[in-house]
């Protein structure tokens, strides 16, 4: 049963620290995309990305935020310097990129909260 | 630009009846629409998706969904409604010229036993 995993589940970090996300894409799937969800802005789309590449990060703070695939099965995106407005849940998903009519398979989730 | 909405931040049902969770969309071009569920702690889960021809569309867990072009709507139904139903719902739509999903505010469904 193939799944999208992440890592850490769980993350409580200093205001100022360090946070990085992983995530290991199903394989074979060559989209991955990240989303925060929160209870005041609901799911928001962060970054995604194509074969690795980098399509559009409009959604992310460019300022802390950073999203990579160093290679197929591993996603990251790192917070430097986390803030508390940066706790939320997020989830990493992938999907085939076959033309647009892909659907998309998320992660459990990384629960972040900075203090 | 796309965008989806639904209306009902919550929908109570009671169990055994036929549930309806409302979604609208707005995209050029045909769209692909897609629902997803979320459980508590979990990650979102597909439920059934809409590319073109049949415009009543079945799922998993006995959902389905009914594209009505001239409404712009993809509402999710269901005939008999599960307390294990309670749970988020997304709508999504997707502009099958662009790259990435618009993701609706969700709908929280509780069923009532």
């Known amino acids: 049963d193939a799944r999208v995993t992440q890592t850490p589940r769980h993350k409580v970090t200093e205001m100022g620290q360090e946070v990085t996300m992983r995530c290991q894409p199903i394989?074979?799937?060559?989209?991955v995309f990240w989303y925060r969800q929160t209870m005041m802005q609901g799911l928001e789309l962060l970054a995604y990305?194509?074969?690795?590449?980098?399509?559009?990060d409009s959604g992310m703070p460019k300022d802390r935020f950073s999203a990579e695939m160093p290679d197929a099965t591993l996603a990251t995106l790192k917070i430097q310097p986390s803030e508390p407005r940066d706790s939320a849940v997020y989830f990493c998903?992938?999907?085939?990129?076959?033309?647009?009519?892909?659907?998309?398979?998320f992660g459990p989730g990384t629960r972040l909260t900075v203090t | 630009a796309q965008s989806v909405a639904q209306p009902e931040d919550q929908v109570n049902v009671a169990e055994g009846n036929p549930l309806t969770v409302k979604c609208t969309y707005s995209?050029?071009?045909?769209?692909?629409l897609f629902w997803y569920v979320q459980y508590p702690n979990r990650g979102l889960q597909f439920l059934l998706k809409?590319?073109?021809?049949?415009?009543l569309v079945k799922g998993s867990y006995g959902f389905e969904a009914e594209f009505n072009k001239s409404q712009t709507s993809f509402h999710l139904k269901k005939p008999s409604a599960l307390v294990s139903d309670s749970a988020l719902y997304f709508c999504?739509?997707?502009?099958?010229?662009?790259?990435?999903?618009?993701f609706g505010p969700g709908t929280r469904l509780s069923v009532l036993p």
């Open positions: 998903a992938s999907g085939s990129g076959q033309g647009s009519s892909y659907e998309q398979y």
């Open positions: 999504a739509v997707r502009d099958p010229d662009g790259q990435n999903f618009v």
């Open positions: 394989l074979g799937h060559n989209t």
């Open positions: 995209v050029s071009g045909n769209p692909y």
């Open positions: 809409y590319i073109t021809g049949d415009n």
């Open positions: 990305f194509r074969n690795r590449a980098p399509l559009d």
